[in-house]
């Protein structure tokens, strides 16, 4: 195809792609602005050795593995609901919780999602708040150097997981667009054989056009 060829294709479908750009935004944009709102809430737990020598941050280290587990058990999520007096079971309040842990800095970091951010934040906090009340039990029968410290790093705070309505918005204007550009170059090569000017049989022929009969008006 030539340059004139796009051109012409553009003034006679452009507005496809357009009206299906348009089409698809403006329907992701619906669905998007119509879904309830998720947060998650994130809480960072720094794990403090009482002594910074190789064995005491080893220990540490390990630690780190089973704080995870204890974290993720349904005792834990129910302590959580019996606190909060939430309307959920532990299998549900497991799935809205995920914990990790990253021993090159000592930290253990929980998120919480729900619909409510104010409660996934005050989960997030009580959660935090039992392994602390657990190791500082555990610290009670150990010497002070060999004690390990758990602290909050800063209050857990509360961000829109989803919808992201402008993300949303604008993937589904680019896939309008392809998708404009796919149903306009369809239409074009079913039409492929359709002869509508000289320049069409000089080039499908292969032969000059040395005369044309004028079109009625």
Do not use: C, H
């Not at 509360?158 to 392809?178: C, E, H, Q, S």
């Amino acid at each position: 195809m030539e340059i004139n060829d796009y051109i012409r294709i553009i003034k006679q479908r452009g507005w496809l792609i357009v009206l299906l750009t348009v089409l698809t935004a403006v329907t992701t944009f619906g669905i998007s602005s119509i879904q309830t709102p998720v947060y998650v809430s994130n809480l960072t737990l720094l794990v403090n050795p009482s002594r910074t020598d190789f064995g005491q941050a080893q220990a540490a280290k390990v630690l780190l593995r089973g704080y995870e587990s204890w974290m993720r058990s349904s005792l834990r999520a129910g302590q959580v609901i019996d606190i909060l007096n939430l309307d959920m079971t532990p299998g549900e309040l497991l799935g809205k919780m995920s914990v990790s842990s990253d021993d090159s800095r000592f930290i253990i970091n929980v998120q919480i999602e729900d619909t409510n951010g104010d409660v996934a934040n005050d989960i997030a906090r009580v959660w935090g708040d039992l392994l602390i009340l657990r190791q500082n039990d555990i610290n009670a029968a150990l010497r002070k150097e060999d004690r390990i410290f758990i602290e909050f790093i800063d209050d857990p705070v509360y961000g829109l997981d989803r919808p992201r309505v402008k993300i949303n918005t604008a993937a589904g204007a680019v896939f309008g667009a392809l998708l404009g550009v796919v149903v306009v170059f369809l239409l074009e090569w079913l039409e492929s054989g359709v002869v509508r000017r000289s320049q069409d049989v000089e080039k499908y022929l292969d032969i000059p056009v040395i005369g044309s009969i004028p079109g009625n008006n």
